[in-house]
């Protein structure tokens, strides 16, 4: 029997959610969660979409949103995300879902927490620096104090 694009309609789509089951009883946290294989390279957008309990068209609109998730896509353009995208993933799906920020909320969360990270990794250069001359500093001092 040949389905007509009416029946899915009346049917709910593949991925909405089970008549039985209420929104509030979909997981929402991450350690209910990760079922995906660790060792693996890729991940595809299915098994993402069943991981975090999203749809695919709520993953795919957050790849346009967050400039910072940006799954690789092979020559059909078949999404395949690897585990930096999953970071990110993380952090997007906890700011919206669980902290119930907006998309342009999260947006700014994002940028203030990579602004925070970069000023913390400059900090740790010039510390960095200082050790390497405070070090040269010291082994001068000593040959200096060895040759009199």
């Known amino acids: 029997m040949k389905k007509n694009k009416s029946d899915y309609k009346k049917n709910k789509s593949y991925y909405s959610i089970p008549d039985d089951l209420q929104e509030s009883d979909l997981p929402v946290t991450r350690e209910v969660m990760f079922t995906l294989k660790k060792?693996?390279?890729y991940y595809s957008i299915a098994e993402v979409s069943m991981n975090y309990g999203l749809p695919y068209s709520t993953l795919r609109y957050?790849?346009?949103?967050?400039?910072?998730?940006k799954p690789k896509r092979n020559k059909r353009g078949v999404r395949f995300y690897r585990k930096e995208d999953l970071e990110v993933l993380d952090k997007i799906f906890f700011l919206i879902k669980q902290e119930n920020y907006t998309i342009e909320g999260a947006k700014k969360a994002?940028?203030?927490?990579?602004n925070k990270e970069s000023n913390s990794q400059k900090l740790l250069n010039n510390l960095?620096?200082?050790?390497?001359?405070?070090?040269?500093?010291?082994?001068?001092i000593t040959d200096l104090s060895n040759g009199n």
């Open 62 to 69: 957050w790849e346009s949103e967050f400039k910072e998730l």
């Open 39 to 41: 060792n693996q390279l």
């Open 110 to 114: 994002m940028k203030a927490e990579k």
């Open 128 to 140: 960095l620096d200082a050790r390497v001359l405070l070090w040269n500093l010291r082994n001068k």
